[in-house]
């Protein structure tokens, strides 16, 4: 008998009413905003800054991916199950799943197996429309940028050539990299070059994960960057005097989403900037959240170490004043053949001597954790092709370099399969060896931060600037935004700019190709290499295999 789908896993759970697995976070009834049986979002209230600080918060992380991921989503949520299995009051506090990836190649964003987030339809669709909002409120302010431009009365001198601020759309459309807006005479507005982002790219998201109340959430719109008057000023959204109407779609947004495990455990579910051209983690107010309602908070990070818990570590965590007690590297043994030069259909076979030649890509993330001063632990999300030599191989290096490697199987097993992996971060944190410290200096040279980054996490030699990025970065630090951290925008395919690049690459420079920044956000955004903040289709889309019939059951989905 094959092993069942996600899906098919998913809709065969016995899922508790959404009130019945609040009460086991001690939240009341009366505290909840249902959104039918199974979802509810909370309210900021609940968050408690004197229960946060004595609760433990544990990143997941992972090696450079196969363009499958690795799962550390599946990871997260098995390892919650795992404490919850042991005696601890755990919480899982994940991204949301973006409708790109899930019609495109990766699939949805609630996990695998037996170790996944449920309504899983429903979390992979539009959930609680938060993306909806979010997507709103930014092209709202477009709007209103053209409506400015337009005006013969209200204008206030915005140059169209100079708008930075791009429209979104929650779908892989690489047509709207590039589009030319206001064709069609007059009445259309002002003819300008203009483009699309997806929107997990959007700085709407990037202010919702980081913004601590709803004030400090209009502030931060306030203080977006569109453009330049035609005297050269520079001209922020609350010169338009959106802020507030931006605000009110997402009066609804900024509250966490509290959804369950496939054993009934709490989850919250907030946010979901992608880690390869956005910060890639989960809001600060869902996190503060799980910390002041559990135990242990078990959150991740996109991508591998060098994109995702990088971010986490110098914008969120300084951003929000929080420090990780322990970190999980999800590793797989596909994913270390694949860097020791197997190809797909090789990714199955047990091959030792592969995964010798790819182990330095998992060496390198170890080192990259152990910077941010966290004592970590490597999780094997175990396949049934893993041969026990090459897990035995993983172990020992892992060993060499300070760390345990456990056998993690929350993906056939759920929580039973992930009690060890449990058990060793119980182990970490308990013991406080963990010392958080951010790599750099907020103080320091926007050009500095890259290169610290690029040399220390990436394992680079250089950083080369293009003239165009130079002429930009002149541009960012006359506006005064240089004391910001940065938020690299790269391939997740490798720890260099180029994804050819496998394994531990050496003696390689990385190319700041432009700038983006967000200063409502408050980070530069250098972008390397030819990766778009609009992803495109593959060739054959995962939505070409959906479906749904007369009774609403969903076929598919993953």
């Known amino acids: ?282 809001t600060v107010l869902a996190t503060k959240m799980g910390m002041s309602l559990a135990e242990y908070t078990i959150t991740e990070a996109g991508f591998g170490a060098d994109l995702g818990a990088e971010k986490f570590m110098n914008i969120k965590c300084v951003s929000a004043e929080l420090a990780p007690d322990a970190a999980v590297i999800v590793a797989t043994v596909r994913a270390l053949r694949h860097h020791g030069g197997a190809m797909k259909e090789e990714y199955t076979t047990a091959s030792l001597e592969k995964v010798k030649k790819g182990i330095g890509n998992l060496e390198k993330h170890i080192e990259n954790v152990q910077k941010f001063g966290l004592k970590a632990v490597v999780a094997i999300n175990f396949f049934p092709n893993d041969s026990d030599e090459e897990i035995q191989f993983i172990r020992q290096v892992c060993e060499q370099k300070g760390v345990k490697a456990i056998v993690c199987k929350g993906f056939a097993e759920g929580g039973n399969g992930a009690k060890e992996l449990a058990q060793a971060v119980v182990e970490i944190v308990e013991s406080g060896e963990s010392k958080f410290k951010p790599l750099y200096d907020h103080a320091i040279s926007i050009e500095d931060k890259i290169v610290k980054i690029a040399t220390e996490i990436y394992g680079a030699k250089s950083v080369n600037f293009t003239s165009k990025a130079r002429t930009q970065l002149n541009n960012i630090n006359k506006l005064g935004f240089h004391k910001m951290p940065v938020c690299m925008v790269k391939t997740p395919k490798s720890l260099s700019d180029n994804d050819k690049k496998l394994a531990r690459p050496t003696d390689f420079e990385v190319t700041v190709r432009e700038f983006e920044f967000a200063s409502g956000a408050g980070f530069v955004i250098p972008i390397l290499g030819d990766t778009m903040r609009m992803p495109g289709l593959p060739s054959v889309p995962a939505a070409e295999g959906m479906d749904i019939d007369d009774n609403g059951i969903i076929t598919g989905l993953s």
Not at 118 to 144: C, Q, R, W, Y
Not at 192 to 203: C, H, L, Q, W, Y
Not at 221 to 231: E, L, P, R, T, V
Request: proline fraction near 5%.
């Open 1 to 282: 008998m094959s092993f069942p789908t996600d899906l098919e896993i998913a809709q065969n759970a016995k899922m508790l009413p959404i009130k019945e697995v609040a009460k086991k976070l001690n939240v009341s009834e009366d505290d909840l905003e249902l959104y039918g049986k199974y979802k509810a979002k909370l309210p900021l209230h609940l968050i408690d800054n004197e229960k946060l600080k004595k609760n433990k918060l544990v990143l997941v992380t992972a090696i450079t991916p196969t363009p499958a991921g690795e799962g550390k989503t599946t990871t997260s949520i098995g390892l919650t199950e795992g404490l919850n299995k042991i005696g601890k009051k755990a919480i899982a506090v994940l991204r949301e799943p973006s409708l790109g990836p899930v019609f495109g190649i990766k699939g949805g964003a609630a996990g695998g197996g037996y170790s996944q987030v449920v309504p899983m339809e429903d979390i992979n669709l539009h959930f609680t429309g938060d993306f909806s909002a979010i997507e709103k409120a930014n092209n709202l302010l477009s709007a209103v940028i053209d409506n400015n431009i337009q005006s013969k009365t209200l204008s206030i001198g915005i140059d169209p050539r100079t708008v930075v601020w791009k429209r979104v759309m929650d779908m892989n459309d690489r047509a709207l990299r590039q589009v030319v807006i206001g064709l069609g005479g007059s009445a259309n507005g002002v003819p300008r070059e203009d483009g699309f982002n997806i929107t997990p790219a959007s700085e709407i998201m990037a202010i919702l994960c980081l913004s601590e109340s709803f004030s400090d959430l209009k502030k931060r719109i306030g203080n977006i960057y569109i453009g330049k008057k035609f005297d050269g000023t520079p001209v922020f959204a609350r010169d338009l005097k959106v802020v507030g109407a931006m605000a009110l779609l997402l009066k609804d947004a900024i509250k966490p989403n509290l959804v369950q495990t496939l054993e009934n455990n709490p989850a919250i579910l907030h946010g979901g900037p992608f880690a390869s051209i956005a910060q890639g983690t989960n």
